[in-house]
């Protein structure tokens, strides 16, 4: 889809961005692009819209030298999320989200279904944001609308510049998981820049780790972990956390058969033998029932614990089930049944037995 070939760039001043680098990223694949600062990964990107030209060597997208397409319609053609959210902002979000189909001449209704239907896929309800302006939306929101307005006129390629590193952790997190469900959804080829190596091998289909100016080693995450090249790539992708320092909430399963609600306990409405959580309407813990008595001092997790703290406590109690909590709000259970098959899963993984 997108090839490299023996692409040099060398600035007017003399430095040195690139450097013999080929690439080859497939169709429908998201490969990121991470290094040390300085190494290249803009200069890379940049290229692939033509907003730099190489000095040495050929782009070609779908085998033709992206110098042969019309500038125009290969820009159309490739959606572009950049680090800083760059909403107009005196537009509202629909025509902010338009801006790319008027100019390719979409009509009026299309270009509305089309907004409704990117808002829906990332969680914003199309009747409350359309019209707003972008200083009406918080950060997260912001970028999210940067990201679906790239994918508005249904380009074939997306080029993303670290576009979550301006957002705090949660919306970053959230981000991350939302371009994995919509890559999932639309598989179009998109080409992600992060300095972040976690943003990098959780989201990367391939990783392309970059050096002053030169692949080092491009490959899916899990062979890059497993399988680093030099030392320079072990060194870079630095001790994977261990499977004992994950939050538990992770690991917490959905157990609705063990919880009980409030309502139904009021009316005596539960059974009498077994360990269940009550849980009132907001979600909020209240109690458990062993065998039909209220139990006060039942130990609860909060959802950010490492597993390891977890096991310490379950040593000391003997509960059949853990009720973990964010914010006080019931999200999950644990017991020795979800960390074993999480450990199960999580070695054999680093094993190779599952891949
Ligand atoms: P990265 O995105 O990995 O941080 P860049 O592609 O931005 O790296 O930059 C690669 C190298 O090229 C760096 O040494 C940078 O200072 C240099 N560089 C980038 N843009 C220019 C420019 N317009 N003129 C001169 N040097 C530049």
């Not at 537009?91 to 338009?98: D, P, V, Y």
């Not at 993303?160 to 371009?179: K, N």
């Not at 406590?313 to 999200?331: G, M, T």
Request: aromatic share 8%; proline share 5%; net charge negative.
């Amino acid at each position: 889809m997108i090839e490299f070939r023996d692409v040099k760039k060398t600035y007017p001043d003399g430095t040195k961005a690139l450097s013999d680098f080929s690439l080859q990223i497939n169709e429908g694949e998201l490969v990121t692009l991470i290094g040390p600062s300085g190494c290249g990964k803009t200069t890379t990107m940049k290229m692939i819209n033509r907003l730099i030209e190489p000095t040495a060597g050929t782009i070609y997208i779908s085998g033709t030298d992206i110098n042969d397409y019309n500038i125009h319609e290969l820009r159309w053609n490739i959606g572009y999320v950049l680090q800083q959210i760059a909403l107009f902002p005196h537009m509202t979000i629909e025509e902010n989200i338009a801006v790319v189909p008027e100019m390719k001449k979409w009509k009026r209704k299309e270009i509305r279904e089309r907004s409704e239907e990117l808002l829906d896929m990332v969680g914003l309800d199309p009747s409350t944001y359309m019209h707003r302006r972008p200083s009406e939306l918080s950060g997260g929101e912001q970028q999210r609308v940067g990201v679906i307005r790239a994918l508005a006129a249904d380009p074939d390629i997306i080029l993303m510049d670290e576009p979550f590193s301006a957002l705090d952790p949660i919306s970053r997190e959230q981000l991350q998981y939302d371009i994995k469900k919509l890559h999932q959804e639309i598989r179009k080829t998109i080409v992600f820049v992060t300095h972040d190596i976690d943003e990098a091998l959780a989201l990367g289909d391939k990783v392309c780790l970059m050096k002053e100016g030169r692949v080092i080693q491009v490959d899916t995450p899990q062979q890059l972990v497993l399988n680093p090249e030099t030392k320079f790539v072990k060194d870079f992708i630095g001790e994977r956390k261990s499977p004992w320092q994950t939050a538990i909430d992770v690991i917490a399963g959905e157990a609705e058969s063990c919880v009980i609600t409030k309502a139904a306990y009021d009316e005596g409405n539960y059974p009498t033998q077994g360990t269940f959580i009550i849980k009132d309407k907001d979600d909020k813990f209240v109690s458990a029932l062993v065998n039909g008595q209220q139990v006060d001092d039942f130990t609860v997790f909060k959802n950010d614990i490492p597993l390891y703290k977890a096991v310490d406590e379950l040593q000391k109690s003997h509960q059949q089930v853990y009720p973990v909590l964010k914010n006080d709000r019931f999200v999950g259970t644990l017991t020795y049944r979800d960390i074993i098959s999480y450990l199960r899963r999580e070695t054999a993984a680093k094993d190779g037995v599952i891949q």
